[in-house]
C-alpha cells in the first residue's frame, strides 16, 4: 500500500513531486465498544512507522522540503516531531536538527531521533522556549525548512487521517475525541473533514489538566503533567482548533494524571497500548460518556502513539513481577496459579 501522499494526492493539493514515504497511513480504525448508544472505535496511530500520527505531517513536509531545495530540517519536540522528522529526514538523505527541553523527552523517544542520524540538542526550558528558538532559527536560515505543525504541509498531511476514517465509515463520526498539546492534529482533522465533504464530527479536544491552556483560556507558563508529550503551554495552533471546536459545537476538556494513567491501564488491559499522550483522549472519552454528551452512532478517539515509546510511566501501575520456574513445574504453577483465580484479563 502506498504512503499517504499517493494515496491522496488530488486532495492534498502538493504538486507532482516525488514522495519521502516510509508507508505511513492506513492506520487500523477498531471497533472498541458500545456505550449506549454509540459505537466506540479507535485509530490507533501507533501504527504508524515511527509509532506516532506524525509521520501523517512528516512525509509530506520533507518531501515539500526536499522538492524546493532545503539542506536541513528543524523541529523543536516532545519526542514524537524529533523521531519522526529525523525518521524522514533520513529517507530524504537531508540532516536533521532535533530541539528538545532538557531533560523532558522519554529515552526512547531521544534513541529514535539518534539512530535515524538527528543532531540532538537540548534547551533550558520546555517545549514553547524550544520552539521560539526552533523558529527563529529556521526564520534566519531559508535553507533549514522548519518541519513542525506551523508548516502548513505538515496539517495537510495529518488531514488524511479524517480522510481514512470516513473511508472506513462511508461518512464522518458523530464525534471524534483526540489529545491536544500544540493543537495542530484537531486543526488537521477539522480541516480534513471539512475538504473531504463527508460530514463534520462535534470535535472534542483533550488536555492533560497542568497543561490544559485551551480549557483555561490562558497559556501556561510552568506545563506540567505526566503526559511528556502534550506538556505545552502556549500551543502554536490554538486559534485553528478554537475555530475547530466552535464551528463543530464541541468542546475542550481537562483530564488529571491520574484519570490519564487509569486510562493507559484500561487501555492495555483490552489489548492496547498506548502512550500517556493518547490515553488522555480515551480518559477524555469516559468523561464523554459519564457526562451523556456522547452522540448516538460512531464516535472516534485518536489514539496518537505507542505506548513502547515511554517505557517508565506505566511502572506506576503495572505489577513488575515475574515468577520462575522449570519445565517440572511449569504446568503445575499454571494450574495452581489458574485455580486460585490470581490471574485474569480485568478491565
Ligand atoms: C502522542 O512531538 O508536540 O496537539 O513535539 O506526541 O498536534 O501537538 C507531540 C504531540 C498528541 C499532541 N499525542 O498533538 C511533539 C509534539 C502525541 C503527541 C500530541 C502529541 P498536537
Redesign the pocket.
Known amino acids: 500500500m502506498p504512503g499517504i501522499i499517493d494515496r491522496y494526492r488530488d486532495y492534498l493539493g502538493i504538486p507532482n513531486i516525488p514522495a519521502i514515504t516510509l508507508g505511513e497511513g492506513h492506520t487500523p480504525l477498531i471497533s472498541w465498544a458500545t456505550w449506549e448508544q454509540s459505537d466506540i472505535f479507535l485509530k490507533l496511530e501507533g501504527t504508524n512507522p515511527t509509532g ?3 509521520d501523517r505531517g512528516m512525509t509530506v513536509a520533507v518531501s515539500v522540503a526536499l522538492s524546493e531545495g532545503a539542506q536541513a530540517v528543524i ?8 523521531a519522526s522528522a529525523a525518521a524522514y529526514a533520513g529517507r530524504a538523505g537531508l540532516p536533521a536538527f532535533v530541539v528538545a527541553p532538557k531533560g523532558r523527552i522519554t529515552q526512547e523517544k531521544m534513541l529514535q531521533a539518534l539512530v535515524h542520524g538527528a543532531t540532538f540538542l537540548t534547551v533550558e526550558g520546555n ?1 514553547d522556549a524550544a520552539l521560539a528558538v526552533v523558529r527563529a532559527t529556521a526564520q534566519a536560515n531559508p535553507a533549514i525548512a522548519l518541519v ?2 506551523v508548516n502548513p504541509w505538515r496539517l495537510r498531511g495529518q488531514e488524511t487521517g479524517a480522510y481514512e476514517i470516513v473511508d472506513e465509515l462511508g461518512q464522518a463520526p458523530q464525534a471524534l475525541v483526540l ?8 486543526s488537521a482533522y477539522f480541516q480534513g473533514f471539512r475538504r473531504y465533504g463527508r460530514g463534520i464530527p462535534h470535535m472534542f479536544g483533550i488536555q492533560a489538566q497542568g497543561a490544559s491552556p485551551l480549557v483555561a483560556g490562558y497559556d501556561f507558563e510552568n506545563p506540567e503533567t505526566i503526559a511528556s ?2 506538556r ?1 503551554g502556549k ?1 502554536a ?1 490554538k486559534h485553528l482548533a478554537q475555530e475547530a471546536v466552535a464551528q463543530s459545537n464541541g468542546a475542550f476538556l481537562a483530564v488529571s494524571d491520574e484519570a490519564i494513567l487509569q486510562a493507559q491501564r484500561e487501555l492495555a488491559r483490552g489489548g492496547v497500548f498506548v ?1 500517556p ?2 490515553a488522555t483522549a480515551y480518559a477524555g472519552l469516559k468523561v464523554l460518556r459519564e457526562q451523556k454528551r456522547l452522540p448516538a452512532g460512531p464516535v472516534a478517539a485518536i489514539l ?2 505507542t505506548g513502547l515509546k515511554d517505557g517508565d510511566t506505566p511502572r506506576r501501575w503495572v505489577d513488575v513481577k515475574t515468577q520462575s520456574t522449570d519445565a517440572d513445574h511449569l504446568e503445575g504453577t499454571i494450574r495452581a496459579l489458574l485455580k486460585e483465580g490470581t490471574v485474569h484479563v480485568a478491565h
Open positions: 506516532s500520527f506524525k523541529c523543536a519536540s516532545t519526542g514524537n516531531t524529533a517545549f513542525n505543525s489529545p491536544v498539546g500544540n493543537a495542530g492534529n484537531i508529550a502534550i505545552i500551543p495552533s502512550e499522550a493518547s496518537t502513539g
